[in-house]
Every structure is written in C-alpha cells, then in structure tokens.
C-alpha cells in the first residue's frame, strides 16, 4: 500500500509539473508576439526617422545656398544701386554743362557764334568752323541720350535683380516652414519611437521576470524537471604679391568664359581680377567643386552673373584686355596671395563678413 501510493504521489508530482509547462507555453506565446510586434514598430520608427532625419539634412543644405544666392543677390542690389546713383548724378551734370552753354547762348545771342563763322580766313575754315558748332550740339545731345540710356538699362537691372530677390526670399520662407514641419514630425517619430522602445524594455524585462518565475516554480514543484526557458536581449591691407599655383590645360573658350566672369565680378584692376580669378582657380583644383572653369563657373546659384544674364552680355561683346590677360595668367598658374586659400566672396560695402578686401569684394575661405 505504501509503495503504490508513493507511486501516486510521484505521478501526481509528475502531472502538475507537466501541466505547468503545458500551461506556459500559452503566455509565453503572447509575450513574444508582444515583443516581436513591438520590435518591428521600433525597426520601422527608427527607418523613419532616419529618413526625415535625412530630409532635413537636405533641406538644410538647399536653404544655406538659397540664403547664400539671397545674399549675393543683395550684395548686387547694393552694387547697382551704387551705380544708378553715379548713372544719375553723371546725368545732372551733363544736363547742368549743356543748361550752361545754352543760357551763355541765349544771353549773348547769336553774335558769338557769328563772329566765330565770321572770323573765317577762308571757305574751308568757314566749314570747319560751322562742323565744329553743329557737332558741339549733337555731342550734348548725343551724351545726355547715352547716359540716359545707362540710367534705364541700371534701373531695369536693378528691377530684374529685385524680383529675383523676392522670388528666392519666397523659396527660402517655403524650405524653412518644410523644414519647420519636418523637425515636428522628426520630434513626433522620436517621441512615438521612446515610447515603443520604452513598452519593448518593459515587455522584456516583464518576460524575463515571468520566466524567472517559472523556474523557480519548476524547481519548487519538482527537482527532476529541469525547465530553462531561454530569453533574448537587444542592445585692409593685403599681400598683393603673386604666387604660383599650378597652371591647368584651357581652351580659348575656357580663357574667355574666366575672363567674362571676373570683368563681372570685379574692378577692372589687375589685383581685383586676379582675386576673383583666385577663387575659381582654387574652386577648380578642390574636391569640393567641379573639376572645371565652366562647371565651376555654371554651378547652380554660385555666380549671380550667371542667372541675371550679365555674364552672357560681356561674353557677347567680348572682355577687356585686361580681364584676357588676367584670366591667362590664372590659368597659366598665377594666384593673388592674400587670397589663395579663398573659395569665396561678396560684395564688401554691403556684408560685414571678416576677410580680406579687395578692390570693392570682401574673400574668405568658407560660408
């Protein structure tokens, strides 16, 4: 009797055991699909987040060349309105020099010019001297038409230069509220993806203290059963002196298109020039920038020439001498000391960036 209830007792022992491990498996099936749906939230989180966390580098990078176009564009704004300036006081003082010798005319009558004509030795002189009155009038006319055909073609560029300015002021706003939008949902994406990280922490750490639980009760309820369930974890002055910075191979296009631009940019000293030319030699020899003087020159919303179309008009009427020669130079391997680590620079009496001033541009060696 003894012995068969010994055997009862050890099969009851037996049964309860089994039935536990049985009965395990059930909740254990649920936590691991809890951490398992979990994890896959926070993969899927975290690839998102990534990829705004991308988006916004992007934006990032195309709202600093549209603040530095916006720039630019100001610097030539200030520029032209400089010129406008000196457009029309040149103006006011042709007008005021012909206003003169018209109220002289009128107040001394005809008889200047009569005795003028009069005092002719001879026909031919009689004609030169009637040339040289008429081709006075014409060249007062002639000069006050020129320079007001300058102040117009200034005043439209300046036009020109403004709408481009408003057009690029309304992309920057437009990247900034994408930006500003992007940022919240990044913010939003980390919040939701700390709170699934934080539930996942806490469904594994739930499942490792059930199954230590179990253990335990398997231990208690019999010695013989040895359950261990397994668990996963996760875890002013300048130098101006010229240095050699290596020639490169150019065409005569080559030679043209970097002597257009820096007549563009630049006064037309030989210092100036070869300063601009500096910066896009330089811009050439970097990694950092096409590898060529046209594509350094027809980058995207590098040179403001470029896109307002005044590098086009001096291509089409041909650079100075001077610009030619420096633009040779440069690609012969000349550089401008002072500026010879510079890949950058702005119109100087608009920015008060640091660096070195040249003729009326401030260069400096990043944005």
């Known amino acids: 009797m003894k012995f068969y209830k010994k055997r009862w007792i050890q099969s009851g022992i037996a049964l309860i055991c089994s039935l536990a491990i049985v009965l395990s498996v059930f909740p254990v099936l649920a936590d691991n699909e809890e951490i398992n749906n979990l994890e896959d939230q926070s993969s899927s989180l975290e690839s998102e987040l990534h990829g705004i966390n991308e988006d916004i580098l992007a934006l990032s990078d195309e709202i ?9 564009l100001n610097g030539e704004i200030a520029r032209t309105s400089d010129e ?28 200047t010019l009569l005795e003028l004509l009069f005092s002719a030795e001879d026909m ?25 055909d300058i102040h117009q073609q200034i005043e439209d560029e300046q036009k020109t230069l403004e709408t481009q300015q ?13 930006q500003t939008e992007l940022q919240a949902k990044a913010d939003a994406t ?6 699934v990280q ?27 059963v040895n359950n261990n369930p397994g668990s996963g974890n996760s875890g002013g002055g300048y130098d101006n002196s010229v240095v050699n910075g290596g020639g490169i191979d150019a ?18 000293t030989y210092d100036a020039l070869l300063a601009v030319a500096t910066v896009i030699m330089n811009r050439v020899e970097s990694p950092r920038f096409p590898n060529s003087i046209s594509g350094v020159i027809y980058a995207s919303g590098q040179f403001e020439p470029v896109w307002t179309g005044r590098l086009e008009n001096v291509l089409n009427s041909g650079p100075t001498s001077l610009s030619m020669q ?21 119109y100087a009496p608009y920015t008060d960036r640091d660096g070195v001033v040249i003729g009326d541009n401030v260069f400096f060696q990043s944005w």
């Open 190 to 195: 980390s919040t939701n993806l700390a709170d």
């Open 251 to 268: 065409s005569t296009d080559d030679v043209t298109l970097l002597a257009a631009i820096i007549q563009c940019e630049a006064y037309q």
């Open 166 to 178: 408003a057009s690029l002021t309304d992309l920057q706003e437009q990247l900034q509220n994408q």
């Open 124 to 148: 031919s002189d009689f004609l030169n001297k009637a040339d040289f009155i008429e081709n006075l009038s014409e060249y007062d006319r002639n000069a006050l038409n020129d320079l007001k």
């Open 326 to 346: 420096v633009a040779q130079d440069a690609i012969n391997g000349a550089r401008l000391a002072a500026v010879s680590d510079c890949y950058y620079f702005l």
């Open 198 to 224: 934080a539930r996942l922490q806490q469904a594994k750490e739930e499942e490792a203290a059930r199954i230590a639980a179990e253990e335990e009760a398997a231990r208690q309820a019999a010695a013989s």
């Open 84 to 111: 406008l300036d000196e457009a029309m006081a040149n103006e006011e003082r042709q007008y005021e020099d012909m206003k003169a010798r018209i109220k002289y005319m009128y107040e001394h009558g005809n008889a």
């Open 64 to 72: 600093s060349t549209t603040e530095m176009q916006v720039e630019m």
